[in-house]
């Protein structure tokens, strides 16, 4: 079956703009992680959705950054006003749920790059 | 703190070798370890897990070892590939009433032919 995608692959932006990175997780998967990774480094962990709501959103950076996950499916991480210490792979990862051996699978990532 | 982290950011090994890759973790309160294999372009892709209560686990090709004594965690791999190729990551499922991983920096595992 399909895994976890994220759209786009790709994002270049200039400094000071808007971005939206989408997570369609697998389907039937009610946990939803998003996680950043900088070059030569592990994900760092940013937040975590039980069905619709953000369950723990301890790992987000600043305000700056904001995800909604509005009918417990697909996920949006939205950064206003990115800056140059933004660029990084996003990478979204889904779960059955919360039982503590359910295997987070892990989407490709978006590779964003602030200019 | 909670971090996990790796002794070797390069390991590179003929095919056919054994490869061992080793991580520390420092939270002692830590029950359960995954390592995930990454290739370029590609999310973490899981490998193998181990909880604390057990000192060892094998799966096909692979096996970990955990030493809780020491929070000593080692991936091995047994007649490594090519296709084994990637960057290794140990991560920590810290218990906070849902699955936050905690990784560390990684090890880039190198399979000559």
């Known amino acids: 079956g399909a895994g976890v995608s994220q759209t786009p692959s790709n994002k270049v932006t200039e400094k000071g703009k808007y971005v939206e990175l989408r997570c369609d997780p697998i389907s039937g998967h009610t946990a939803l992680y998003w996680y950043r990774q900088s070059l030569g480094q592990g994900p760092e962990f940013l937040i975590y959705f039980q069905g619709t709501g953000a369950a723990d959103d301890s790992g987000l950076p600043n305000d700056r950054f904001f995800a909604v996950r509005p009918e417990g499916s697909v996920s949006t991480l939205k950064i206003q006003r990115t800056e140059r210490g933004d660029s990084a792979v996003y990478l979204c990862?889904?779960?059955?749920?919360?039982?503590?051996?359910?295997?987070?699978?892990f989407g490709p990532g978006t590779r964003l790059t602030v200019l | 703190g909670e971090s996990v982290g790796l002794h070797l950011p390069t390991l590179s090994v003929q095919e056919g070798d054994n490869s061992i890759i080793n991580c520390a973790y420092s939270n002692s309160a830590s029950d359960y370890f995954i390592w995930y294999k990454q290739e370029s372009g590609k999310g973490p892709q899981f490998i193998i897990d181990?909880?604390?209560?057990?000192d060892k686990r094998q799966g096909q090709r692979v096996t970990v070892l955990l030493n809780k004594t020491v929070k000593h965690l080692s991936l091995q791999i047994a007649a490594t590939q090519p296709g084994d190729s990637a960057v290794y990551f140990c991560a920590e499922k810290v218990n906070t009433g849902f699955q936050k991983l905690v990784f560390g920096t990684g090890t880039r595992l190198l399979v000559s032919p």
């Open positions: 181990i909880r604390s209560n057990m």
């Open positions: 990862a889904s779960s059955l749920g919360l039982a503590g051996d359910n295997e987070q699978f």
